[in-house]
T-cell receptor, first 116, second 115 residues
Framework: QKEVEQNSGPLSVPEGAIASLNCTYS??????FFWYRQYSGKSPELIMS????GDKEDGRFTAQLNKASQYVSLLIRDSQPSDSATYLC????????????????FGQGTILTVHP | DTEVTQTPKHLVMGMTNKKSLKCEQH?????MYWYKQKAKKPPELMFV???????INESVPSRFSPECPNSSLLNLHLHALQPEDSALYLC??????????????FGSGTQLSVL
C-alpha cells in the first residue's frame, strides 16, 4: 500500500464546475496535510494546508480532512481553465528520533483539466 | 515573502563534469531540502538540513553531495552523474508560522540534463 494515494486522473471538468480531488494516507501518525499545484514545467506551489478535522476554506479552495478515515480532499469551486494543472497531495509526519522538521510524502498527483 | 531562489534554472553537463546547484532563502527558515522530480512523477526527497546539519539522507548516491554553508544557503554538488540523473532538482525550505504550523515552500527548480 502506498503511503499517500491519489487518483491520477486525468480529471476533466467544465469551466465553472466544482472539481473534487481526493487523497488517502496510510500512516495514522501523520500530522499535517498539504495541497500543492504544479503547472507543467514549473515547481510545486503550496495552495492549501490543513491540520484539524473538518473543512478549511480559502477563496475558491476548500480542503477537507477526516483523520478517522485517513482521507483528505480539495474542492475547487468555479473552476477556471487556469486551474488546469497537476495537484499533489502531501502528508507530513515527525521523523523518528524527534527531529522537529518533518518529511513530506507526496502522492502521485492528479491531473486536472478545466475546459471552456 | 515566500521566495526560495535557485540557480541556475537550466544546466547541461557531461558525465565527467563537476557542477553545483545553489539555493537561497531569506525567510529565516531553519530547514532546507533537496528534492528530485522526474517527469510526470512526484518530488522525491533527497536530503534534509535542519539547523545547518544534515538530518536526512534518503540513501542518495555519493555523486550528489549537499552542503549547507549557513542558514540561508544550500548547495548541491554534482560529480560524475549519469544520464538517468537528468531531472528537475527542487530546493525547498520550511518554517513554522505563528500558529505553530510548519509549511514547506519550493524554489523554481533547476532542470538538469546529463549527456
Amino acid at each position: 500500500q502506498k503511503e499517500v494515494e491519489q487518483n491520477s486522473g486525468p480529471l476533466s471538468v467544465p469551466e465553472g464546475a466544482i472539481a473534487s480531488l481526493n487523497c488517502t494516507y496510510s500512516d495514522r501518525g501523520s500530522q499535517s496535510f498539504f495541497w500543492y499545484r504544479q503547472y507543467s514545467g514549473k515547481s510545486p506551489e503550496l495552495i492549501m494546508s490543513i491540520y484539524s478535522n473538518g473543512d478549511k476554506e480559502d477563496g475558491r479552495f476548500t480542503a477537507q480532512l477526516n483523520k478517522a478515515s485517513q482521507y483528505v480532499s480539495l474542492l475547487i469551486r468555479d473552476s477556471q481553465p487556469s486551474d488546469s494543472a497537476t495537484y499533489l497531495c502531501a502528508v507530513k509526519k515527525v521523523q523518528a528520533g524527534g527531529t522537529s522538521y518533518g518529511k513530506l510524502t507526496f502522492g502521485q498527483g492528479t491531473i486536472l483539466t478545466v475546459h471552456p | 515573502d515566500t521566495e526560495v531562489t535557485q540557480t541556475p534554472k537550466h544546466l547541461v553537463m557531461g558525465m565527467t563534469n563537476k557542477k553545483s546547484l545553489k539555493c537561497e532563502q531569506h525567510m529565516g527558515h531553519r530547514a532546507m531540502y533537496w528534492y528530485k522530480q522526474k517527469a510526470k512523477k512526484p518530488p522525491e526527497l533527497m536530503f534534509v538540513y535542519s539547523y545547518e546539519k544534515l538530518s536526512i539522507n534518503e540513501s542518495v548516491p555519493s555523486r550528489f553531495s549537499p552542503e549547507c554553508p549557513n542558514s540561508s544557503l544550500l548547495n548541491l554538488h554534482l560529480h560524475a552523474l549519469q544520464p538517468e540523473d537528468s531531472a528537475l532538482y527542487l530546493c525547498a525550505s520550511s518554517g513554522y508560522s505563528g500558529t505553530g504550523v510548519e509549511k514547506l515552500f519550493f524554489g523554481s527548480g533547476t532542470q538538469l540534463s546529463v549527456l
